[in-house]
């Protein structure tokens, strides 16, 4: 094991993850510019794909369970969801399970939308440079889950 392999003392650690927040910042920024200029072809808001995309991922599921996965309040998952069923791209169906909260399905509308969206960031995300190995990417992924880990358990559920 050499010093870069080492894990970094408190203080240290502290500043080089204020860094990776700082290119998370600018990264989630530019990110979001990209999507509404696709939004601009497809019409779909950022919120709206991000409800899609997660119904496409994980099946129907109910608007408390959307804003718990995304860290939203259900207030703001509720107007994505309304958005998305007024277009035809996600429909409310009875939940077996709780009368008083719907399921929340895609439709095949919502998967036709979604999959051109993200084939569309397919493409823009295929021209990222640096010759990444799997290695590399492996551990970004590592970075930020430990970091998201951190901040799951310092605030409490949005809802």
Known sequence: MNDDDAPLPPDELGHRVS????LIGALYRRGLRKIE?????EG??????????LLRRHGAMTVPQMGRIMTLTRQFVQRMVNDAVAEGWAEVTPNPAHQRSSL?????????????????E?????QVG???????????TRVLKEMLKTFDQAEPDPD
């Open 44 to 53: 779909v808001s950022v919120g709206v794909r991000s409800v899609l995309a």
């Open 104 to 120: 929340i399905r895609i439709t095949p509308e919502g998967e036709a939308m979604i999959d051109t969206i993200l084939a569309r």
């Open 122 to 126: 397919h493409a823009l995300n295929r």
């Open 130 to 140: 640096g010759d990444l190995t799997d290695a590399d990417l492996r551990a970004c």
């Open 37 to 41: 200029q696709g939004q601009q072809v």
């Open 19 to 22: 860094e990776v927040f700082d």
